[in-house]
């Protein structure tokens, strides 16, 4: 696969396209292989990041490090088939690419790559998109589970839920045999019990948050704030209310209600119970 099929496959924006093809072909990446190499081992990610930034110089919009992590990918590709996973599974998680720079569109209004923090995750297999969700491989509390992700753009209707949660029991049977957990974990704004007192109770975002049983409550959290209302760094006033629950979660911020964000596990088959 060369670099432009994968910018195709994953539908990144034509614009932002020709400006990776470029930076590829101005930058001798292959001088930076030995040290994107190690963004394969989770214990290096941190370090890792730290040094490529140093080496790609100044890139304010982060398309270089956006080039360096899709050359990356590359390889993880070549993975994926040698462990026999099908190429959907490859772009529909390698997507999250294009997801997030059209993000940075919105919140922003240009073009751009802020998560290189978060993409070490798809580019090392730890992360797999299976369906409307993501499923990574993690510890907790000294064991192993599978940590779900909400995708911006995931249609969590209970049915779509249900059968992301089958393909993930099936893909880790399959193709990561020796993996052994016994539960889900989601770390979410989504979890929030606060959203029991802004949304209905039909809601799908309630629908998703039944399955858990949540341990922890985070009040002081505000990352909700950049998924509901596409920008972080607005003031409470000037938070858009452009959709219900827009309006509905500031109303209820400025009335002295908590949002924050939730932890909370079910047992690896515990989705099937309602």
Known sequence: MTLKELCMGINLPEEVTETVLRIYKEQDYSALKENSDKLYDRREWERTLEELKKALGKDDKGLKMLT????????????????????????????????????????YHTYGFDREWWTPRQISMEEFRLGELEFEMENWKGERVISVHIPSDARITRENCLNSYEQALNFFAKYYPDFKYRYFICDSWMLSPGLKEVLPRESRILQFQADYTIEEWNKEDNSYREWVFKNFDLPLEELPEETSLQRNIKRFIKEGGFIGSAFGYMEQTGFRKS
């Open 68 to 107: 360096l992590q899709l050359v990356t990918g590359l390889n993880t590709y070549k993975l994926y088939e040698e462990k026999g996973i099908g190429q959907k599974i490859f772009f529909d998680t390698f997507q999250c690419f294009s997801r997030f720079v059209g993000e940075h569109l919105v919140s």
